[in-house]
């Protein structure tokens, strides 16, 4: 079976792409499988990309290219209408609403067209109106879903499917526990609060100034949170470690991962955390580190509300200076990150795409 999965860049440092590098190269042991970059951003991609998987770019963005054809927009769809209609696969799987609406549109029917989806989509208009044409819609977790099955209350809708995220093809690096280390990773967007991350190790550095906390990533936050560490003074507790496209190898060196967004979408900070065997502590909540793990199995999450960000300090001191519990959460986290092995994700996609197209199958026969 060819598989083509269609993703606005696959050059970036997203969590989405890194999602669906993983789920391409657990497929790829079995199948032929394609990525399409609608752009190029740069000259290698930031993650490593399988050696399996073949790639190729509809549109070359990066710095300094010029092109014959005027028009950034208008160049992009006319290049992307051309390889939807063109496509020559058994599965495609577009990954961002703009690219599932033209999917609907323009791919052959032949071809079974899956959507991945990680959040409710801005303009539900044209979802409504032509994701009923596609195949199924995937999302990662059931809050998701309820979210899509809402956008389609009174008109229809397509099959809706939960099938989680997946991560890199193992051997897992694995923490051993021992290292004064809490981590945290992601984009510095003020949605992800590490300002409430780095005030609350404030208080634990206060009281375990050996223990360290370590930001890995980058973003439009950078500036502000530099300056709170300063104000707070804990340059020698708080560093920034910048972006590395192996979060999960980092993760093994610590023996906490920090998770204090308000959404965690697609959830691999979470997710890598987890498959290095290192307890995650988080804020409860539908949409953040709550929707990927099992507090008191792996993990613990602190309530939303008042004296949240002391709440969250005392958790982290709590595991802090209780190895066995820590080591206890340790044994459940890897337990945990079994269920998003490349194969286990890779199988249940598989079913999906053998079921749907099985059904299809009686329906063409009449049966």
Known sequence: ????????????????????????????????????????????????????????????????????LPGGQ??????????????????????????????????????????????????????????????????????ARDDFARVFDGVARPRLEVVPDALPQGPWPRSRMDNRIVSAGGRWLPGKAFDQLVHA??????????????????????????????????????????????LQGEFAKASLVAVTSLAESPGMTVIEALGCGVPVVGFAGARGAGEFVTPGRDSVLVPRGEDEVEAFARAMLTLIDDERRRMVLAAGALESAARHAGSVVAAQWEYLADDLRGRGAKVASGR
Request: net charge positive; hydrophobic share 45%; with cysteine.
């Open 201 to 246: 190790f404030a208080i634990v550095a206060d009281k375990r100034p050996d223990w360290r906390l370590r930001l890995y990533g980058g973003g439009p936050e950078e500036k502000r949170l530099r300056a709170l560490v300063g104000r707070l003074n804990l340059h020698n507790n708080v560093y920034f470690m910048g972006t590395t496209p192996d």
């Open 74 to 143: 208008m160049r992009t769809e006319m290049a992307l209408w051309r390889a939807l209609r063109g496509l020559r696969a058994d599965v495609l799987v577009t990954t961002r609403a703009a690219l599932s609406v033209q999917a609907a549109r323009h791919v052959p029917r032949e071809i079974l067209r899956l959507a991945r989806e990680w959040t409710r989509p801005a303009v539900p208009a044209p979802v409504r109106r032509f994701y009923p044409k596609l195949d199924a819609v995937v999302t990662s977790t059931e809050t």
């Open 1 to 68: 079976m060819k598989i083509c999965f269609l993703v606005p860049s696959a050059y970036g440092m997203r969590g989405d792409t890194r999602a669906v590098l993983n789920l391409a190269a657990g497929l790829a042991s079995r199948h032929e499988v394609e990525i399409i970059s609608v752009r190029r951003v740069r000259e290698t991609p930031f993650f490593p990309v399988d050696r399996r998987l073949s790639m190729r770019w509809l549109i070359d963005a990066r710095p300094g290219v010029r092109h014959i």
